[in-house]
């Protein structure tokens, strides 16, 4: 799209292989995007959590991998800070991006040593609430600080007095070609002894133990008591694995749910539109979204949300015109837009209307938007230093 002749991008993620959390996704388009924009320059991408068994063939061949992930915690805090710093004096690179806070410190080094300037994307929870003096400083000096969200960016304002200029938007993006408008899989319904008549509400999250007082499904649960009442034949889907599974189990035996209530456990990329497309309604109503590619994903299969209005989930849900938000620490509010959404009475129409939700979906959060979005991002910083 430009000339990218000499342009050298140092990219500063946690890791992109393997793991797939928000930050690894958005981190990966980043990369896949730049590298569309700019297929003449030089990348380094520096990979902490990542092992150098990775072998990534989807990359331009110019693109330099560095892997930390074999070495122990602190062999990797010391050798991968060396090796940027290092590698940094003698390249020069164009631009620093890190898409963790806790790695911008390494931007701050070069910017102090060779006055090159560098990104920060920051996401949600991770720099709310941000004390550390060390970070508030790496933020500051950064010449773009990147939100992933509008609440995230107003919660920066506010909490650290940033110049409201160099605070930016880029939303996260999702594979559009992946998650699409269908009927209930077959295939589900009879794995799960399920009529394609019974309503189904589903979640996708990871179920770690920090996260999970946090994420809403404890809530959703809780809801699904009053819900039952309603419809009786209701079933719910929790999709993801992690530590918190015990207590989660726990919570539905004492509420009595096993018998409609499925904890999948991890499933594959290539399986969860199915999922997405088996529900009569998507709920996660968080507290510590950033912003949540899985409303995207859901909204692309044409699929009623229910999300919280206490963090960044209002983005991809268009402040409500295309989703529920709901207070997510109010169960008898969840159950009530649960079932009204179930049952066909919720006010806003616009959720019943699959193809519509996804079009406006794409309008604003395909690829393509993430895209040109960063380029006009790129061009700005790069052309301002010439």
């Known amino acids: ?164 200029a160099k605070v930016m938007v880029l939303p996260n993006t999702f594979d559009a070609q992946q998650f699409k408008i269908a009927d209930k899989p077959p295939h589900l319904l009879k794995r799960y002894g399920l009529s394609p008549q019974q309503p189904i509400i589903l979640t996708v999250s990871r179920l770690g133990k920090t996260a999970a007082p946090h994420k809403g499904y404890y809530q959703v649960l809780q809801a699904l008591v009053q819900v039952r009442q309603q419809f009786p034949d209701v079933h719910y889907f929790i999709v993801g694995k992690g530590d918190a599974r015990p207590q989660i189990e726990s919570l539905i035996q004492q509420l009595d749910l096993k018998s409609c209530v499925t904890l999948t456990g991890f499933v594959p990329d290539e399986e969860l539109c199915s999922y997405y497309n088996l529900c009569n309604v998507f709920a996660l109503p968080s507290t510590i979204e950033g912003f949540g590619i899985v409303y995207l994903e859901a909204l692309a299969c044409g699929k009623p949300v229910l999300a919280g209005n206490l963090d960044g989930a209002a983005d991809p849900l268009a402040q ?34 699959p193809t519509l939700l996804r079009t406006k979906t794409l309008e604003k959060f395909d690829f393509s938007q993430f895209k040109n979005r960063l380029f006009t991002l790129v061009e700005s910083s790069i052309n301002s230093s010439l």
């Not at 331009?60 to 074999?70: I, K, P, R, V």
């Not at 992933?148 to 110049?163: D, F």
């Not at 079932?339 to 009475?345: A, E, K, R, Y």
């Open 320 to 353: 409500g015109k295309l989703g529920c938000l709901v207070n997510p620490q109010d169960v008898d509010a969840i159950a009530e837009n649960l079932i009204q959404i179930l049952n066909g009475s919720y006010a806003n129409i616009v959720l019943y209307q």
């Open 1 to 164: 799209m430009t000339n990218d002749y000499q342009k050298h991008f140092y990219l500063i993620f946690p890791n992109i292989f393997g793991f797939k959390g928000g930050i690894q996704v958005y981190s990966t388009f980043l990369l896949t995007a730049l590298q569309q924009l700019y297929p003449e320059a030089d990348y380094d991408i520096f990979l902490k959590y990542d092992s150098p068994t990775t072998k990534p063939t989807q990359f331009l061949s110019q693109t330099q991998f560095h892997y930390f992930g074999h070495l122990t915690r602190w062999m990797q805090n010391l050798l991968m800070t060396l090796k940027i710093v290092i590698l940094g004096l003698s390249q020069k690179p164009s631009l620093i991006i890190s898409t963790y806070i806790n790695y911008g410190i390494l931007g701050y080094i070069l910017y102090c040593f060779i006055g090159k300037k560098y990104w920060i994307v920051v996401h949600g929870d991770e720099v709310w609430n941000l004390k550390g003096k060390l970070d508030q400083q790496v933020l500051k000096s950064a010449e773009k600080v990147i939100a992933v969200s509008h609440y995230t960016r107003q919660r920066l304002l506010k909490e650290q007095g940033l110049n409201p």
